[in-house]
């Protein structure tokens, strides 16, 4: 049966309020470092160019019903014919984004920046912990959990007999770590708000935009599209949406 603990209150003023503090400044003084860190990259010609492709045929999609046949035809044919439409790239010439951010060493270098300011403040904080606050038991939840969150709540507490609604100091570290995005929401604001699971999974596949497979995209989606005129028959449509509402 699982042993009922009496936190005391040295714990709460001396573990468990630092540490929280230590993790918000931290977190506040990381995203400040990292803007110093940031530049500002000259944008490639080419792929504004190309982005604006995609957002002028996304339009052409979304509108298509509302122009006539013959133009939309037209505008099909400029955007996606195999010659020299906008949406065509051949394949001799289609890059893979991977092998362009290795080619450009400022995308490396930015991007070699961005983990540095995530990956040494969580080591340095995370030995700080271990070394100072391993062991403690820093707060308990007031609801109960199953045995699964043991190992997430109790990480460097090797009792099976303690209540798993208690909460190590460790692990009290990492809900700090992945739960404040709300808290830095409210002090950076929604844009400048850290997220360390994102940045994680910008470490592993952020590459960048994919020219070649954003243009084949809505090239398919265009050749696809079943054009219906909108206008035609639309005066009676009118008519009988007023009707009903007169009545």
């Known amino acids: ?62 509108g298509a019903n509302f122009i006539p046949p013959k133009s939309f035809r037209a505008r099909r044919f400029y955007f996606s014919n195999e010659e020299n439409g906008l949406l065509h790239v051949p394949k001799d010439q289609a890059q893979n ?29 995370y030995a700080w912990v271990n070394f100072f606050f391993s062991g403690f038991v820093a707060a308990k939840i007031p609801f109960p959990l199953t045995q699964r969150f043991r190992s997430m709540l109790q990480n460097g507490i090797d009792l099976s007999t303690v209540d798993v609604s208690y909460v190590s100091s460790r692990s009290w570290y990492f809900l700090n770590l992945f739960g404040l995005r709300g808290l830095f929401s409210l002090i950076l604001g929604d844009e400048n708000a850290i997220d360390d699971t994102q940045r994680m999974m910008q470490m592993g596949g952020g590459f960048g935009f994919d020219a070649s497979k954003s243009l084949g995209a809505e090239k398919d989606g265009l050749d696809i599209i079943q054009h219906e005129w909108a206008l035609p028959g639309f005066e009676h449509r009118a008519e009988s949406v007023l009707r009903k509402l007169v009545q």
């Open 97 to 125: 984004p991977q092998a362009q951010m290795f080619s450009d060493p400022n995308m490396a270098m930015d991007m070699m920046k961005k983990n540095l300011s995530m990956i040494i403040p969580q080591t340095l904080t």
């Open 1 to 62: 049966m699982a042993e009922d603990l009496v936190l005391d209150t040295a714990i709460r003023d001396w573990v468990l309020i630092p540490l929280s503090v230590v993790m918000v400044l931290i977190g506040v003084l990381r995203y400040f470092v990292s803007k110093l860190m940031r530049s500002s990259p000259t944008p490639d010609a080419k792929i504004v160019k190309e982005g604006q492709v995609v957002i002028r045929a996304r339009n052409l999609k979304a």
